[in-house]
């Protein structure tokens, strides 16, 4: 596994290369699916999470952002909630979902022009996303499930 040192003056420190990089060099392990771990230099605590958090941060003020303002209200309401916990995990598997979705998208694509492309997702869209949110239903079931069964709840069959 590849560590990150932060330091103090919050420089980043790849053990790997032995140099210094930049949160945009993070970016780009995470683009590329490398594994890693930011540890802080002095305490050895693991800051991986709020490393990709300043990541999506600087993301979502940069450029179109991926989550409206509702969404991330929304977000914020589930800290704290009795629902945290599965939030989270339906969050996650959904993600999960999209990305299963789109790779086979990408890989049904892999020789056609734009304009080809363009007309194949005009095509493509609407099924995949209803594969997609079929998915997502059946993820929610789940949870709802697990959700029932940790409380001790018999759902009626």
């Known amino acids: 596994m590849r560590v990150i040192k932060k ?7 790849d053990t790997d290369s ?7 060099d993070v970016k780009a392990l995470v683009m590329r699916a490398e594994p890693f771990i930011v540890r802080d230099a002095k305490t ?4 991986t999470r709020s490393i990709l958090l300043q990541i999506i941060l600087e993301e979502e003020t940069a450029g179109v952002p991926l989550f ?7 977000i914020i309401r589930f800290y704290g909630h009795a629902m945290q916990d599965f939030m989270g995990s339906y969050l996650e598997r959904n993600l999960q979902i999209f990305m299963e979705l789109q790779q086979k ?7 056609l022009t734009p304009e080809l ?5 005009a095509a493509q869209t609407p099924l995949l996303m209803g594969h997609f949110f ?3 239903q059946k993820a929610f079931a ?9 409380l001790g709840v018999k759902r009626p069959h």
């Open 68 to 74: 409206s303002e509702k969404m991330l209200a929304n």
């Open 134 to 136: 079929a998915q997502s």
């Open 117 to 121: 492309w363009q007309q194949f997702m």
């Open 44 to 47: 050895g605590e693991d800051l």
């Open 7 to 13: 330091y103090p003056n919050r420089r980043l420190y």
């Open 142 to 150: 789940q949870m709802q499930e697990q959700m029932l069964g940790a």
């Open 18 to 24: 032995s140099s210094y990089i930049t949160l945009s």
């Open 105 to 111: 998208m990408a890989e049904q694509a892999k020789e």
